[in-house]
């Protein structure tokens, strides 16, 4: 019997095809495929006979397997490939069931088993990536034009877009699509080499025994074992992690903009979505809490598989079970921060007049760069600087506009350079139209 803990954060928000991959049976299902599969081309490259192996793919089967029994066998062996290769043997008659898990070892089982699990999930992954991505997408085309405050260190800086600033974004979600193809390519590889990594017991057909499982799994061959070599599976967790960092990253952006006294944005309303049990006004950003508690988790988990990569000589000593807890949690944490994300991307409300009065929250100060580079070209960058500078100290200091401040500190000269004042942020946003149009080509690109 297996015990679990309640893990309350993906009970909520968790992904319940990812739980699936991951799930006890199908695990046990990736192990029984490839125990077919080393059946199947044992039997085609002639290490054991073809009856044998029809006879162990007919046995390689769920209703073969008492999960409970095997689980509890698994825990006094230390792994659960020996039991689970008993019960295989159990139901065949003699002579095929000596023909069972033929020269391979525990680990070639488990790790092409979970390479079958990570190509899976990577798959899901990019499926819930593309959804993200598109919502992102619609809103930068949408608010390609609108115009809100750009802010560094958590202050108003310069005019931008709502477009532009989510532009940013989805030239990152664009490069994360790249990236787990490529882990994907990098986690679909058969183990297939035996006790110590030399393929000794296979036999001289080792190599064409493991290219035929790999083909029939839908999986890279290798003819260097990688049973102590986890690059591969910590490049999965760290892209599982990454991927919920980047749907966290708009999530606080989200949370950031939907404050009271900012306001600019919203998520989507309900019938008590993000109520409080004791203050009925609130409709607290509870989507993007849950994806940046997923991915601070995540980040966290995925140190462990660094320390995973530490095994050593040919198999090891307590490593490797450090990937049996945080895989599958990295996996599911990814999915559930990126399907939770696109929720609330997909029904965003969007406030282009809060966007608008922000803008003149402190009298248009967040137009002093645009004031200091109209001045730039007469008087010299730094001397505008200077100029603008103490017109700022001076509107903020006694609650002015920028531009009154201005008209006081600049001569006859300065004034005639700058010309018609005040300058409406819409007119200093630069790139941002361009800089929409470049991220919108390149994701549509990726999906091409």
């Known amino acids: 019997m297996t015990r679990q803990t309640f893990k ?3 009970e909520l928000f968790g992904d319940a095809e990812m739980a699936g991959i991951f799930s006890a049976e199908h695990t046990v299902l990736a ?3 490839t125990e077919a599969a080393l059946a199947e081309a044992q039997a085609e490259a002639g290490v054991i006979g073809r009856d044998d192996a029809a ?3 007919a046995a390689c089967v769920p209703a073969s397997i008492d999960l409970p029994r095997l689980w509890s066998e698994a825990v006094n062996v230390g792994y659960p490939i020996l039991p689970l290769v008993r019960m295989i043997s159990a139901a ?5 069931n000596g023909r069972v898990h033929y020269g391979a070892t525990t680990q070639d089982i488990m790790d092409t088993g979970l390479a079958l699990q990570m190509g899976a999930a990577l798959d899901h992954l990019a499926t819930l990536l593309g959804a993200f991505g598109d919502a992102v997408a619609r809103l930068v085309s949408e608010h390609a034009g609108t115009v ?3 802010r560094t260190h958590a202050q108003q800086a310069v005019p931008t877009t709502f477009g532009a600033k989510l532009a940013v974004l989805l030239a990152e979600v664009t490069r994360q699509r790249e990236r787990v193809g490529a882990a994907a390519g990098q986690v679909r590889v058969v183990s297939l080499f035996g006790a110590g990594g030399t393929s000794a017991a296979m036999g001289e057909r080792s190599s064409e025994v493991r290219e035929g499982v790999a083909r029939r799994l839908g999986l890279r ?4 074992p ?4 986890r690059d591969g599976v910590a490049e999965f967790g760290v892209t599982c992690a990454s991927l919920a960092a980047t749907a966290a990253r708009f999530a606080r952006e989200v949370v950031d903009l939907s404050r009271t006294e900012v306001g600019e944005v919203r998520e989507a309303g309900g019938h008590h979505r993000g109520a409080s049990s004791t203050m009925p006004q609130k409709a607290n950003p509870i989507g993007c809490e849950a994806v940046i508690g997923m991915s601070g988790t995540a980040g966290a988990l995925s140190s462990g598989l660094f320390r995973a990569m530490e095994a050593g000589h040919e198999r090891a000593a307590g490593e490797w079970q450090v990937e049996w807890y945080v895989v599958p949690l990295l996996a599911e944490l990814a999915s559930g921060a990126l399907a939770t994300a696109a929720e609330v991307a997909e029904g965003l409300r969007v406030y282009p007049e809060a966007m608008r009065a922000n803008l003149a929250a402190e009298g248009g100060l967040i137009m002093a760069e645009a004031y200091m580079m109209r001045l730039a070209p007469a008087l010299g960058r730094e001397r505008a600087h200077d100029l603008v500078y103490k017109a700022a100290h001076e509107a903020r200091e006694h609650g002015r506009a920028l531009a009154d401040a201005l008209r006081e500190v600049a001569g006859p000269d300065e004034l005639e350079s700058l010309g018609a004042l005040p300058i409406p942020p819409e007119s200093y946003v ?8 470049a991220a919108l080509s390149a994701w549509r690109g990726a999906h091409e």
Do not use: K, N, Q, S
């Open 8 to 10: 309350l954060l993906p």
């Open 221 to 224: 061959t290798t003819e260097v």
């Open 92 to 96: 065949l008659p003699d002579g095929p």
């Open 148 to 150: 809100v405050a750009a």
């Open 226 to 229: 990688w049973h102590v070599a």
């Open 430 to 437: 630069g790139d941002a139209g361009a800089i929409c149009a």
């Open 55 to 57: 006879a162990i793919v």
């Open 31 to 33: 192990w029984l495929r």
